[in-house]
């Protein structure tokens, strides 16, 4: 049941890459830099699932933290799918 780690090792590292993208609008001009747009290209396509929601506050978007809300759940259902399939 590797599989299940690598998936969880997968998700784990794209919650990252999204924290990153987050702490990237904080530094002016970092959005625009070379690893801005790579990290950019990574993580809008799963994002922009999460934009159509309306989930903007008082200027604040809240956009990055329900989508790492959401692959938390989806990790902790990995889980516990791997813990079924060998118990």
Known sequence: MII???LSNI????S???V???LLFWFPGAPQSTLGQMVHRL????????RKLPLQFGG???TVLV???????????LGQLFLQLIG
């Open 4 to 6: 299940f780690q690598y």
């Open 11 to 14: 998700i784990q590292i794209y």
């Open 16 to 18: 990252i890459i999204l």
């Open 20 to 22: 990153i993208y987050a």
């Open 43 to 50: 993580v809008e396509p799963f994002l922009s699932l999460f």
């Open 60 to 62: 604040l978007d809240f």
């Open 67 to 77: 989508a790492l809300l959401v692959l938390n759940v989806l990790n902790q259902l």
